[in-house]
């Protein structure tokens, strides 16, 4: 909320099962060499140990079902295919209902980025469209699939979006008119088609929002919290201790607990509407 209102900002500690998966590429720290191998040796050394690796993890690893990592695109998912000017919009549908949830992928993501999360929506009641374009998701060709999802029929839209999907989601729901009823951001980047315009659209954005960042997610950490000092409207910020986990990273199983967040958020903020 804007200063004359308290943001809410809760610091939540999570056990983070992996490295974050930013849109750029994390700096790695080589460990010093204590021994001098000869070139033919070292080379011999890795190529075993890397197709070591390689055999024991393709053997070992558990089916994604076995790890709680949705199917995708599953067997009711039904794929679509929209065409708005020179706009190509695809993705997956999963569900029927007038409460709809768009999500969009981060940057060189896929319409099965946030899966686990779209499942779980879908079993809680929710239309799940996940979508992407021939190029990359815009604020723009965002604005025509909802607009396409309300002439059939949806009365509530909901706006999820990871990283660069979080920016064109904001932007999205800052010219959506009517205004979408909820927006949920995973590590949104800070602008979408241009500096500012993310803090532009929150600004303008008048319904719930919840942002969602890891704390050590340094490129990201500061954003969330600056969005509900600007945003209007209720709002839930959601840092969470210790990890760098980043966008889909949070919600890529049913079983997450950001999911579980994520649904309480909506459940309180969309379904008494």
């Known amino acids: 909320m804007r200063r004359s209102r308290s943001a809410l ?23 010093p060499s204590t021994a001098s191998p000869s070139p033919s040796s070292s080379s011999a050394a890795t190529t075993s140990s890397s197709s070591a690796a390689t055999t024991s993890s393709s ?22 295919t929209l065409r708005r000017g020179d706009d190509r919009i695809s993705g997956f549908a999963l569900g029927r209902s007038t409460r709809v949830a768009v999500l969009t992928h981060q940057f060189r993501g896929t319409p099965c980025d946030l899966a686990g999360l779209g499942q779980a929506l ?8 996940a979508w992407t374009t021939d190029t990359s998701p815009t604020p723009r060709t965002l604005r025509a699939l909802v607009a396409h999802e309300r002439s059939g029929g949806a009365r509530r839209v909901i706006l ?39 803090d532009r659209a929150v600004r303008r954005y008048p319904g719930p929002l919840m942002a969602v960042v890891g704390e050590l997610d340094t490129s990201f950490a500061a954003l969330p919290p600056r969005l509900a000092d600007e945003h209007d409207g ?14 889909k ?12 967040q994520v649904l309480t958020f909506l459940d309180a903020e969309v379904s008494g509407r």
């Open 234 to 247: 209720p709002e839930l910020v959601r840092v969470v201790a210790g990890t760098a986990d980043h966008g």
């Open 160 to 198: 999820v979006g990871a990283s660069a999907g979080g920016a064109t989601s904001i932007v999205g729901a800052g010219t959506i008119d009517p205004p979408v009823d909820a927006l949920v951001v995973l590590s949104p980047a800070d602008y979408s088609m241009t500096q500012g315009d993310v």
């Open 122 to 129: 879908a079993a809680g009641g929710y239309r799940v469209v």
């Open 9 to 31: 900002v809760a610091v939540t500690l999570l056990l983070a099962g992996s490295a974050g998966c930013s849109d750029a590429e994390p700096a790695t720290t080589a460990k």
């Open 59 to 80: 053997s070992s690893d558990p089916p994604p079902a076995v790890q709680g990592l949705a199917e995708c695109p599953g067997p009711r998912d039904k794929p679509f």
């Open 249 to 260: 990273d949070f919600v890529q199983r049913r079983t997450d607990p950001m999911v579980e």
